[in-house]
């Protein structure tokens, strides 16, 4: 599906991130990048326009995050939510058509939110 394309994770834990990094890998993914933070995944805007998904967690009133992600759809980057804030629902605020996935992820789940996002940049 992503067929060795690179990825960008998004995640303060980074065990959860090596999760995430698995689960895409099983997807095609060849190349991870990994930011903490949504002020570090800014570092790495210049490796954005080979970035096939990104995934980034975000939380309620989290402005750095929820800008990252519109930064992202503005460089046509496909992108996928994680959460383990239940006060976030189907696509906040300005992204509705958003894919999140309530954490714990199931493998299915990302499987099914990555094929949803590629398919809407097309």
């Known amino acids: 599906m992503l067929n060795g394309q690179t990825?960008?994770?998004v995640e303060e834990e980074f065990l959860i991130a090596l999760d995430i990094?698995?689960?895409l890998e099983a997807l095609g993914v060849g190349k991870t990048l990994?930011?903490?933070t949504a002020?570090?995944?800014q570092t790495l805007q210049t490796f954005w326009p080979e970035i096939g998904i990104a995934v980034v967690e975000i939380r309620s009133r989290?402005?750095?995050a929820l800008q990252l992600v519109d930064q992202l759809r503005k460089a046509s980057v496909p992108t996928v939510l994680t959460t383990a804030d239940v006060t976030v629902g189907h696509g906040p605020g300005a992204f509705p058509d958003l894919t999140v996935l309530p954490k714990p992820i199931p493998e299915?789940?990302?499987a099914s939110a990555v094929r949803q996002a590629l398919a809407a940049r097309r």
């Open 62 to 64: 989290d402005a750095a």
């Open 108 to 110: 299915d789940a990302m």
């Open 21 to 23: 990094q698995r689960m």
């Open 7 to 9: 990825a960008l994770v």
């Open 34 to 36: 990994f930011a903490g």
């Open 39 to 41: 002020a570090e995944a």
